[in-house]
């Protein structure tokens, strides 16, 4: 009822997030992470090099200020899992680490990556 992905795309679960990087090698991309030099995570296939995800270290909106944060040293991806009515998980990375055992309050406004189901 509340998937913002079109047709066909689904926000990826707790558990799907678990996967994708148990299934993966993390590299992060090198040098200094700021909100000038924007860092990087790439997720590449342990059974074939060739299947790789990036995602761009785009931070969060802000619990109550509304302005962008962390945008270039955190990226931040919901999953659909909710945690209670005001939480839920998320993908999350830095420039040394990535997990999804985390969960965060929504009004961070972290990014959404829709996947094909």
Do not use: H
Not at 98 to 108: D, P, Q
């Amino acid at each position: 009822a509340n998937n913002p992905c079109p047709s066909g795309f689904v926000v990826p679960t707790k558990t799907q997030w678990e996967a994708l990087i148990s299934a993966c090698n993390a590299t992060y991309m090198s040098g200094s992470w700021s909100s000038s030099n924007y860092g990087y995570l790439t997720l590449t296939d342990k059974t074939n090099s060739a299947n790789k995800l990036e995602f761009p270290a785009v931070g969060d909106r802000g619990y109550s200020s509304g302005t962008l944060g962390d945008a270039g040293t955190w990226g931040y991806y919901w999953s659909s899992t909710q945690y209670d009515s005001s939480y839920a998980y998320l993908m999350g990375f830095d420039s040394s680490s990535v997990t999804s055992s985390y969960y965060s309050n929504k009004r961070y406004g972290f990014s959404v990556r829709c996947v094909r189901q």
